[in-house]
């Protein structure tokens, strides 16, 4: 499990890591991996320790990059329900034409292929 760490390194470092998590698993074997949502507005960039965003598209691709099987790929959007119905129902077409995600987190499951 890499829980909010793997922005806390460079790309190369990132791509280091995950191939090493890769070595260390059994065929079948799961990672489990969070990390800030890229597309949120705020979200990643209030942490100046943050080196390495990830889009949703772009972790996904480094995992397949290096052998992984993606086998979920979960947004974490935590609100009040008012609020979050609000952002869906209202905001939400002119939201996705400006790339903007209220969902803070990424969760991606990935496991070693048998």
Known sequence: MLFEAIEHLTFEQGVRLLARVWDLLVPGG???LSTPNVAHP???Y???????PYSHEGIGGVLI???YRVDRMRRIYDAPVFQKAL???AASPIHRYFGIDFAHTLVVVASRPS
């Open 46 to 52: 209030r942490d100046p320790t943050h080196l390495t």
């Open 65 to 67: 990059a290096l052998g």
């Open 30 to 32: 799961k990672l489990v």
């Open 87 to 89: 952002r869906l129902l």
């Open 42 to 44: 705020t979200h990643f």
